[in-house]
C-alpha cells in the first residue's frame, strides 16, 4: 500500500481545535508541533506524518482536497466516501469539539501531500510552509522536530 508524506499547518488561533480535530481522528492529543512564524511571532502551527490514503480521502470528503489532488496522487475516489463516513462518525463532544469547529479547522488547512520517497520530509514541508502568507517577509520554521507515523 502506498503511503504520503503530509504536512499539515494550521493557524496559531486554531491550534488547540486542530490538535483536538487530531486527537478525534486517532492521531493523538499533540500533531501540530511545529511553530512557524516570521520573527518571534508564531502565526502557524505544522505538522508532519506518513499517511495512508484513506486519511487523504478523508480530508478529501470534507472538501478540503479537490479531486485533481486525488487523481495526482493516485489515490482511489471511491475511498472518498469512506472517508465520509469517517468524518460523519467522529465524536466531536467527546474531545470538546463543535461542528463548527471542526469544519473551521479544515477550512483553514494548509495542505500538502507527496508519495512516500518523492520527496525528503524536511524540504517537503518547507515547500508546503513556504506557501503560507507572510505579514512582513517570508515566515520561518521556529522550531522544528519531524514527527514520522502511520495516520489512517
Given at each position: 500500500m502506498t503511503h504520503y508524506s503530509a504536512i499539515l499547518i494550521v493557524p496559531a488561533d486554531l491550534w488547540d481545535k486542530a490538535n483536538a480535530l487530531g486527537a478525534a481522528l486517532g492521531h493523538g492529543p499533540d500533531s501540530y508541533t511545529v511553530p512557524l512564524g516570521a520573527d518571534d511571532t508564531v502565526t502557524h502551527y505544522g505538522s508532519r506524518s506518513r499517511v495512508l490514503p484513506i486519511f487523504i480521502a478523508t480530508l478529501a470528503a470534507a472538501g478540503a482536497v479537490p479531486p485533481e489532488e486525488l487523481e495526482r496522487l493516485d489515490v482511489d475516489p471511491a475511498l472518498v466516501s469512506a472517508g465520509g463516513e469517517v468524518v460523519a462518525g467522529l465524536d466531536l463532544e467527546a474531545f470538546g469539539?463543535?461542528?463548527a469547529d471542526r469544519d473551521a479547522v479544515i477550512a483553514s488547512l494548509i495542505?500538502?501531500?507527496e508519495?512516500?520517497?518523492?520527496?525528503?520530509?524536511?524540504?517537503?514541508?518547507?515547500?508546503?510552509?513556504?506557501n503560507l502568507p507572510a505579514p512582513e517577509g517570508p515566515l520561518v520554521v521556529v522550531s522544528i522536530t519531524l514527527r514520522n507515523e502511520i495516520a489512517a
Open positions: 469539539l463543535t461542528e495542505w500538502g501531500f508519495p512516500e520517497g518523492g520527496v525528503e520530509p524536511a524540504q517537503h514541508f518547507a515547500d508546503v510552509a513556504a
